[in-house]
């Protein structure tokens, strides 16, 4: 698949440190392109709930964890692990990075996280997002929605020197490496499904009921891995477009297209899992993404900063009922929204120079 629009910023630690100095500095100033695009800068001091990076393991056991922060056990617990190459011995480190955020958005070419930036990228009518209903002989039978997503890289984590050992860390540059209104299968089903031929069979009653029971594991602790077609209470993770054909809230539905642009991207080969024993030494592909590996933490409009049994992050599939408070009508007018994206990190710390 081409990505036909791309912004990269690659700065020295050090300058990296000045630009979020100033973004954090700024955050409190919302700013907007226009009337139809607003947004603003993420204040990663005061809206990032940086517990969910909890717990910190070292040697396979819990290290830090007074946050209380949720975890599955995502390799084996020993306490020396080994690298290959180049031939290492290290320390097993395991955490909770924040590396990535997405905005789901109503339109195309607007960027909520940055401020309100809007692009003018020359798309029809059918390209806004929406929320509808879908009518079978002339009685609304379900409430459809539609949404465009972008996706940033932000090693917040790495540019603050956060962990111990920077060779766990992301460590790419600053950069938007997806947008859904430059990627034809984002409003195309039939295209979306060649990217996945394997989703065609869950279609069926008996995979649909099978959701429950991932979003009743979701709501309890971590979705489950096997009933990799479901998203939990967020609904179906395919086909990986931007409609949600059973839309019960705008906090439902762009949990939903933030989980379904993590899927493609896995299903892409563009996204490589970070935890388990195979990704001790590096990344490795999983076409088939492991739910499991992320939390969502809402960034915008609202920041979910505060804890709601103990947590302000989610992990994928989890009911949105507590999270979405003060963000649906009639209380808010919001369709927008921004989150910041947790990935499970498994590493041998120490295994690389």
């Known amino acids: 698949m081409t990505y036909m629009f791309r912004i990269n910023i690659k700065p020295l630690r050090s300058a990296a440190m000045a630009v979020l100095a100033a973004v954090a500095a700024i955050a409190s100033s919302p700013a907007s392109a226009d009337s139809m695009c607003q947004g603003s800068f993420p204040n990663l001091i005061t809206d990032v709930c940086w517990s969910c990076t909890f717990p910190l393991k070292l040697f396979g056991q819990a290290a830090f964890d007074s946050a209380g922060g949720e975890d599955y056990a995502s390799s084996d617990k020993t306490s020396v692990c080994t690298c290959k190459s180049p031939p290492t011995v290290g320390i097993p480190t395991s955490f909770w990075e924040l590396n990535q955020m997405t905005d789901v958005t109503t339109t195309p070419g607007c960027f909520p996280m940055l401020g309100g930036a809007k692009v003018n990228v020359g798309v029809n009518a059918d390209a806004y997002g929406h929320n509808g209903n879908n009518e079978q002989g002339g009685m609304a039978q379900a409430r459809e929605s539609f949404r465009q997503v972008n996706l940033y890289i932000n090693p917040a984590m790495y540019i603050m020197g956060a962990v111990l050992d920077n060779s766990c860390m992301d460590n790419r540059g600053i950069d938007i490496p997806w947008v859904s209104f430059a990627d034809p299968t984002h409003n195309d089903e039939e295209l979306a499904n060649i990217l996945t031929p394997y989703a065609f069979p869950f279609g069926s009653m008996v995979a649909i009921g099978a959701m429950s029971a991932d979003a009743v594991a979701a709501t309890a602790g971590f979705p489950i891995p096997e009933i990799f077609w479901a998203a939990g209470s967020f609904g179906p993770m395919y086909p990986l477009t931007g409609t949600n054909q059973a839309h019960l809230s705008n906090e439902q539905s762009a949990r939903l297209q933030t989980t ?70 009639p209380l808010s007018t919001f369709r927008d929204f921004g989150y910041a994206i947790f990935r499970k990190r498994d590493c041998c710390s120490g295994a690389f120079p």
């Open 260 to 329: 379904r642009v993590l899927a493609k991207l896995h299903a892409a080969g563009t996204q490589w899992a970070a935890a388990g024993n195979d990704a001790m030494c590096s990344y490795y592909p999983q076409i088939i993404m492991d739910k499991r590996q992320y939390k969502l933490q809402r960034l915008y409009p609202r920041p979910q900063t505060e804890k709601i049994n103990g947590k302000c992050c989610d992990p994928i599939g989890r009911t949105t009922i507590l999270t979405e408070s003060g963000t649906e009508a």
